[in-house]
């Protein structure tokens, strides 16, 4: 049942917009990575790569985490502009 879930492509964009539907609630680079995995695994099973669930699911991981891991690295310069206080305009 679970295999024949899998090898439809639209069940891994489906996955991918919630996963990306969540980032949008949620921010902070974690749930983007695990929606791109979700990309490219319907990607791979839209072309007929569909040899098990297992074989799908260890896909899904290994691109989300090089997907999350490059996410950290593009964005890891990028801060909330907060500004942060060091001076507390009580103290004298």
Request: charged letters at 10%.
């Amino acid at each position: 049942m679970v295999d024949a879930l899998l090898s439809l492509w639209w069940i891994w964009v489906a996955i991918a917009l919630v996963l990306g539907i969540i980032e949008v609630l949620a921010p902070g680079f974690i749930f983007l990575g695990f929606a791109l995995g979700a990309l490219v695994t319907a990607a791979l099973v839209a072309f007929g790569y569909v040899p098990s669930a297992a074989v799908l699911f260890a896909v899904f991981g290994g691109v989300s985490l090089l997907a999350w891991v490059g996410l950290r690295f593009v964005f890891r310069g990028q801060t909330s502009g907060a500004r942060i206080v060091t001076r507390d305009i009580n103290d004298n």
